[in-house]
């Protein structure tokens, strides 16, 4: 069977890629495989491009993680989603705890943005401007920025991005917004508040961290991936696809469901063409964000523990083929 990122650019795809992180590049087995781009044509840096780690205190910018991944990606000749700049997550406490004016809070958000993007200007083939502003009912998600902007933050944030580096493709990217429900058709709005403001948003990235056997649909993903093409992005990608074990170890049986899960996915993207790629949020078990977060799952990534292709990969494979 041929490599994923080749099969997927020949079924017309722009990429298949996988998340890394700076310390799982000193395995050289791992550095082999995520360097190998008929396998990978996409990386993203998992960590490295945050605010804590960017800008840790307020004006002082930092970009030695994400240089050696974005580097890395540079030499291999591979693409670089690069993640994230306005998140409510691995932010620095300087900006979380401050008590802002709307003005300070602009300026704060429009610097970051500004330095950043322009630090990693032609390098990256898009960014995740907003990760995550959502709540699962599809209101929105209490932060620095939401509580103190509203939902201003939003269109800000993606005027710097575009201002800074006008030709990357500028995302908004989140979870469980895959499929439909209000977290779903609150993303589609999310979408026409940037346009009304007057901003650019090129793309919805869909995270798809899934569980096994309750995994959405190909008929339904299909429906919400053209259901953002409808509503004004000329695309869309799932960005940090892995598809977990609530139960380990796992069985024979389970791989078997996880492969339709991964097939469900791929089979979707394929079928809009606005959808411009897959990132599996890392290849491999051993170094899945999954045990740390959830105590006891995991098992979610296309390669095990000891890199050795799963049967998910196997069915990622020959459906790219098949296109
Ligand atoms: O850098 C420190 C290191 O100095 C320290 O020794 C070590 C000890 O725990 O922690 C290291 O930081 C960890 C960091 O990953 C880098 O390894 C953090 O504790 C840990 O919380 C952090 O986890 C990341 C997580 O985002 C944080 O929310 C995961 O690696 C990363 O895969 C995950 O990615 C997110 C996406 O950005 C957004 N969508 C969800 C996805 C999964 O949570």
Do not use: M
């Not at 995520?34 to 990978?40: G, V």
């Not at 704060?108 to 322009?118: P, Y």
């Not at 779903?184 to 090129?202: C, N, R, W």
């Amino acid at each position: 069977l041929a490599q994923l990122n080749k099969l997927a650019e020949a079924a017309g795809k722009l990429y298949l890629g996988s998340a890394t992180d700076n310390s799982e590049l000193s395995n050289s087995s791992y550095l082999a495989i995520i360097s190998d781009t008929d396998e990978f044509g996409e990386i993203t840096p998992g960590n490295g491009q945050k605010w804590q780690y960017t800008e840790p205190s307020q004006g002082t910018f930092s970009y030695t993680s994400g240089d050696q991944i974005v580097d890395l990606a540079e030499a291999n000749g591979q693409l670089v989603r690069c993640h994230t700049l306005v998140w409510h997550s691995q932010l620095p406490s300087w900006v979380s705890s401050g008590s802002w004016t709307t003005a300070q809070l602009t300026s704060i958000i429009q610097t970051h943005i500004a330095n950043e993007v322009s630090h990693y200007k032609g390098q990256c083939y898009s960014w995740d401007v907003v990760n995550e502003a959502l709540n699962e009912d599809g209101t929105y998600r209490t932060s620095v920025f939401y509580t103190v902007l509203g939902t201003d933050y939003i269109p800000i944030a993606f005027e710097a991005a575009a201002a800074a580096d006008p030709a990357a493709k500028l995302y908004y990217n989140d979870y469980n917004i895959e499929y439909s429900g209000a977290k779903h058709t609150a993303a589609v709005g999310i979408i026409d508040l940037i346009q009304t403001a007057g901003a650019k948003i090129d793309g919805v990235g869909l995270q798809a961290h899934f569980i096994v056997g309750s995994s959405p649909g190909q008929a339904d993903l299909t429906n919400v991936l053209k259901a953002y093409v409808a509503a004004g992005v000329s695309e869309v990608a799932y960005t940090e696809l892995d598809i977990r074990f609530t139960t380990l170890p796992y069985t024979a049986a389970g791989l078997q469901q996880q492969a339709s899960d991964y097939a469900a996915v791929t089979k979707a993207c394929l079928a809009v063409n606005e959808c411009v790629g897959i990132t599996i949020w890392d290849f491999t078990d051993k170094y899945s964000w999954i045990p740390s977060t959830f105590a006891g799952q995991g098992g979610a990534c296309l390669y095990d523990e000891n890199f050795s292709k799963k049967p998910a990969w196997t069915t990622v494979s020959s459906i790219l083929a098949a296109a």
